[in-house]
Structure formats: structure tokens, C-alpha cells
């Protein structure tokens, strides 16, 4: 691979990486929340909602994109009027609340001890640095099996702060939206708007995605994924945007490697296999039919 071609590579992966798919369902949830926002700054009254959709959907782009728009209280980001905390394991209030301490830029160092004493300084701060929207991203953990309990006390804990503050409290998570309802009516009722995000079916709208992508990327031409390859890339990816992108930049890393500024069958096939092809879940949709091989070596 020539520099030329490595930056050119490099410079496609960062613009398919960093492209923001902006489809109905993701263009109604940002709205949505921008609108709660809105609504609750200027009535004082709770608002939020609850964003369900598989992993690899976009959850985290529009946490992304949302915490853009929301801005900061200062010219150099500093003071951003949005936190975000992903639920991975089972955490205790205590862990949240210190979790929301550090955004805020609390280290550990100059913590109360107690937890209580603690809750009152992030309360405080989040009120001082006009803090308007908070994600809970990986929300559904909190419902899972032996965190139920743990989930509750946090959720009542979340009530508390919203109360308090007047936050927009987004949950994010990967099961149906009745999972808030089942462990916190009261949150619940305090965010209630629900926004779906879901895998994209083989049909025009795929196409859209994959054109849209293919207009984002301006250093390596990745047109052929939809004017040649669409039903594939999908069968691959499952409709989902992550393992798309994923896709998309490893075959432009492996058609660069063979000389080349466009992706191509041989590309995608590579990229599969690298990424997916040991999971078991589909055969790689990009293997040449026999008899075209056939032909092909013939020739």
C-alpha cells in the first residue's frame, strides 16, 4: 500500500466512522428529545423518554449528536449541559452518584464520604452548571435478573434528581420500553415519551443508507455496496449501522492493500471474513457463485 493510498484509506474509515445517518426514526428521536428539553426548561415540569433499539442500531450516535446540539455552559466545552453514564454491570447509587460526581469534574479526592453529602454536592453542581439532559445508556441492565433490586434503588434515586432538578433523563437501552415501566412507575410517569430504533428492512430505505454513506465518504469510492452489493451488505449486517460501518471500513482497508481507491466484491468478501466470518451467524454473503468462478479462473 502506497502512503497515498494509506491516507486516502485512512481518511475514508474516519469519514464512514464519523458519518451520522440521519433516517426518519433517528431524526424523530432527536427532535423528540430536543423538544423535552425544551418543554421542561421553560414549563419547570419532569419530561423524558426511553429509546429502545438493538445493539449497534445508533443509540449511541444520538447521545452523541444530542449532547452536541444540547452545547455547553462555556465557549470551550467545559462545561457541557449534558452528562452520559452506560449501566455495565451492577452498580450501586453510590457508584452513579460518583460516576455524574466526575463529569461534572468532582475527583474523588475532594469527595464527601457519605453518600448523602455526596448526592447533595452533585445536586448543587448539576444545578450550578445548568445540567439539562442526562442518558442512561444500557438502561435495560437494571431490570436483568439478580439487578432488579439494585436497579429500583436507583431509578428511585433518579426520581429524586429529576425532582430536584428538573433534568431530562433519556434511558437508552436494547429491550422492549416496558422494562422502565416494571421497575419504576414513578420514573416512568416523569419520562414518558418513547422513541424506536430499529434494524433497517432490505427496501429503499437501506438503499438511502447506503448511498448516504457512500456521499459521506469522499476519499475511497464505496458505491458498490449499494449500486451492486446492497442485498448482501444487508444480509451481513443484519440492517444494523454499526456492523455496517465496521463493514464498510475494513473492506476499504483491504481493497486499498491491493492497489485499488474502490471497494470491490474480493473487498467485501475479505472484510467479512475478517470481522464475522468465525461467529457462525450467515455464510459470507459475498462468495463468488461456482460457476462464475469457474468462468473467471477460465479466463
Known sequence: MTSTLLEAANLACK???????????FKRARDTIIELVELAEISG?????????PSGIGKNTLISVLRQQV????????RPLSMSLSIQATPSVGQVIGAMLTQLSFPPTIRPAKVYEQSVDLVAAMKDQRVKLLFINEAHHLSEGGRRLSGKTITDYLKL?????????????????GYLEQLNDQLFSRAPARCKLEAFPANSAWA?????????CEAFDISAAHTQFDKQVHKATKGLLR???QLLMMSVRKAALRGLLAIDQQALFEAFDVLF???????????KKAGHAARAAAV
Do not use: W, Y
Not at 451520522?20 to 426514526?25: E, L, T
Open 15 to 25: 469519514q464512514i466512522g464519523q458519518a451520522v445517518v440521519m433516517h426518519d426514526a
Open 45 to 53: 415540569t419532569p419530561f423524558g423518554a426511553c429509546v429502545v433499539g
Open 71 to 78: 452545547g455547553s455552559a462555556d465557549l470551550f466545552g467545559a
Open 161 to 177: 434528581v429529576v425532582d430536584d432538578t428538573n433534568i431530562v433523563v433519556v434511558m437508552l437501552g436494547t429491550a422492549s420500553g
Open 208 to 216: 438511502a443508507i447506503l448511498q448516504g454513506l457512500a456521499k459521506e
Open 243 to 245: 456492523p455496517l460501518k
Open 277 to 287: 466470518g468465525d461467529s457462525g451467524r450467515v455464510a459470507n454473503p459475498f462468495t
